[in-house]
Every structure is written in structure tokens, then in C-alpha cells.
């Protein structure tokens, strides 16, 4: 079975500043990894995603994420924010060659100016 | 393609009503899910399409719960004898094959037990 941990519930930073979002998963068998923004009353929407090859994923909106098999984290950075970036993110793992997406409980990231 | 569309957005229904709820992927996706999302936490899986097929359903999908999916192209999720528990998001999301492309979320339904 899989598990996904997102280190933070909530996340408040100012406007134009870095900001990291962490992701841990635990897993017996090799997994994808995903990340997913919600804004209010609205479903996910595919930010970026880890298959194989570089660690280093970029996707859309300035974000990208490193994956960190020893660690078994994904977090996600963007190194300058905006206020429109205020959303909920979801961490999410599938099993390679599996059917089920796995999410983490999500972590609000509120932007202020 | 309009993306995967969901209606209605909103349900207000009185405790022991019956509610449907329906889901149009985008058409070239054989994989249909119905996933559940409270307030704070993230989308729950309940269950799995595979064009018509049903393969996998949830613990959480009690005998109160009903999906189908005729003819491998829009799905409904039916909830009977509604309780206040099953107040919720419901999401739908559609995929190809293989796990890798990540999932298309439609908005969701928002379904209010009162």
C-alpha cells in the first residue's frame, strides 16, 4: 500500500518570496509522483509530475519539484510567488503500472502582499 | 474537448432523499474515477472504471452507493437514503491507460445532507 505525508497544512508567505512545500511517501513498490492544485469550489488541476529520469520536474505557473528516492520526498518550489498562486496543493503517488491515485491531505498555501 | 464536466455543481437534499449525480469525461479516456473530498483533506478514492467496467470500489462506498458507467462513455454515482455523513465533494476525474498521464479533474459536485 501506499502513503503520502504533507509536512504542512498551511503554508503563509509574502508575496514575491521563495516557497517549498513538502511531500513524503512511503511505498513497497515503485511509484509516480504528482503534484495537483485546487482553488476554491473547483476540481484539481495537473501541476507537474515525476515519471523517471532527471529528479528535477518543471510544470506549469514557475513550479517545479525534486524528487529524492533516499529521502522518498517530492517537494514542490517555486522561488517567487503571487498572490494568485493562493491555493490548496496536493501531493499524489500511483504505483507504476498501477490504477489508484493516492493523495496527501493537501497543504493551503496563502500569499500575502 | 470541454474537458470533464460535471452536474450539477451544487445538491441540497434533505436526510434518507435519494441523489444522482453525472460525470462526462473527456472522450478518449477509458479510465473513469469517482473520487470523495472533505473539508481539510484530500480526494478519497471510491471507485474504478475501465471503459464499462467497474474494477475496484472503496470500503468507503457503503451498499448506499451505486456507480455506473453504460457503454464506457458518461458515469453516475447514485447515493440512497442519504445521511449527513455523505456530505461532501464528489470528484470526477478521467485518464488513459497506464497511470502516467495524472488525471483530469472535472469541478465536482458539492452535495449539502441537511
Known amino acids: 500500500a501506499q502513503s503520502v505525508t504533507q509536512l504542512d497544512s498551511q503554508v503563509p508567505v509574502f508575496e514575491e518570496a521563495p516557497v517549498e512545500l513538502r511531500c513524503n511517501y512511503s511505498?513497497?513498490?515503485?511509484?509516480?509522483l504528482f503534484w495537483y492544485v485546487q482553488y476554491p469550489n473547483q476540481g484539481l488541476q495537473l501541476l507537474l509530475k515525476?515519471?523517471?529520469?532527471?529528479?528535477l520536474v518543471k510544470g506549469i505557473n514557475g513550479f517545479e519539484a525534486e524528487f529524492n528516492k533516499s529521502q522518498t520526498s517530492f517537494h514542490l518550489r517555486k522561488p517567487s510567488v503571487h498572490i494568485s498562486d493562493t491555493a490548496e496543493y496536493f501531493c499524489a503517488v500511483i504505483p507504476t503500472g498501477g490504477f489508484k491515485t493516492i493523495f496527501g491531505a493537501g497543504t493551503r498555501l496563502f500569499v500575502k502582499a | 474537448d470541454t474537458g470533464v464536466s460535471q452536474n450539477p455543481r451544487h445538491k441540497i437534499t434533505k436526510r434518507g432523499q435519494n441523489v444522482t449525480f453525472r460525470c462526462d469525461p473527456i472522450?478518449?479516456?477509458?479510465?473513469l474515477y469517482w473520487y470523495r473530498q472533505t473539508l481539510g483533506q484530500g480526494p478519497e478514492f471510491l471507485t474504478y472504471?475501465?471503459?464499462?467496467?467497474?474494477?475496484?470500489k472503496s470500503r468507503l462506498l457503503s451498499d448506499r452507493f451505486s456507480a455506473e458507467r453504460p457503454k464506457g462513455s458518461f458515469s453516475t454515482l447514485e447515493i440512497q437514503r442519504t445521511e449527513q455523513g455523505d456530505s461532501a465533494m464528489y470528484l470526477c476525474a478521467s485518464t488513459l491507460d497506464g497511470g502516467n498521464y495524472g488525471y483530469t479533474f472535472g469541478s465536482g459536485t458539492r452535495l449539502t445532507v441537511v
Open positions: 515525476y515519471l523517471s529520469g532527471s529528479t
Open positions: 472522450s478518449e479516456h477509458n479510465r
Open positions: 511505498s513497497s513498490v515503485s511509484v509516480y
Open positions: 472504471f475501465q471503459n464499462e467496467a467497474q474494477l475496484e
